[in-house]
């Protein structure tokens, strides 16, 4: 069985908590709840100093039908109640692999970076896919992170994992490979003008003959976009490609 000491690991202890400023933490909290309100997405911040949530927004993705205050409350034992056994142990996998590889950053660029995985959690007995995005609020001067803001949406993926860390405004990304332990550079992938025409439309709610006429296209055009879409962000259908082009920056 997991425990909630397994989370905090050796590569991110903050061990400088003379400087943290603690009288601060209402500007933190009331920018969360500011950007809460502002998306469908859940929000939280972790406290690595004190080991638990300083902050759960209203957002129901996240909850599993707990209030706000009760999944605080929990910390990191929400995730040891409701992430499937078998998954807890890639989320402490993926906690030892990402500050492995954020120790590796230059101190000056942490702050840009952030990680991104995908997960289940067990909400009135049903396994719900998420993608966490985890980046920091505030460091420590050698380099700790002790405020983290989540950021917690629907994958679009079918399965757990994709583990990647990602730096804000570069196309370079990296992903971690369970099998083999590492983490392998990637680019993201680039969409031509007419395909993020396609998906801005599509936001729209156009049907693709209406983007057709408004493209000045044949449908079969538009068809073939989509398809390439679909290839480059390893989705389904137009709907998750809205997600996974909207969640990467690439509109």
């Not at 957002?59 to 929400?78: A, E, H, I, T």
């Not at 057709?212 to 989705?235: G, H």
Request: proline content about 4%; aromatic content about 12%; hydrophobic content about 35%.
């Amino acid at each position: 069985m997991n425990t909630t000491d397994e989370f905090f690991i050796p590569d991110n202890e903050v061990i400088l908590p003379q400087e943290l400023d603690y009288s601060r933490i209402d500007e933190y909290i009331h920018s969360a709840e500011a950007f809460s309100r502002s998306t469908y997405q859940s929000v939280y911040i972790i406290d690595y100093f004190n080991r638990n949530f300083l902050y759960v927004s209203s957002n129901p993705m996240f909850l599993c039908g707990l209030s706000p205050d009760k999944v605080k409350q929990l910390g990191y034992r929400f995730y040891l109640e409701y992430v499937p056994e078998e998954e807890q142990t890639l989320l402490l996998t993926i906690n030892n692999a990402g500050f492995a590889l954020y120790n590796r950053i230059p101190k000056e660029e942490r702050r840009e970076w952030y990680i991104s995985y995908d997960f289940h959690i067990i909400n009135k007995g049903k396994k719900i896919l998420i993608n966490h995005k985890l980046t920091p609020l505030t460091l420590t001067s050698d380099g700790r992170i002790w405020l983290a803001l989540c950021v917690v949406s629907a994958s679009t993926h079918t399965t757990p994992g994709h583990i990647e860390m990602h730096r804000a405004n570069s196309p370079d990304f990296f992903k971690y490979n369970i099998v083999t332990r590492r983490w392998d550079k990637r680019a993201m992938p680039y969409l031509t003008e007419g395909e993020k025409s396609v998906l801005t439309l599509s936001i729209q709610g156009l049907t693709m003959s209406e983007i057709a006429d408004k493209m000045c296209l044949s449908p079969d055009t538009i068809k073939k976009y989509r398809k390439q879409i679909f290839e480059k962000l390893d989705v389904r259908n137009i709907s998750e490609a809205i997600v996974a082009a909207t969640n990467n920056k690439l509109l």
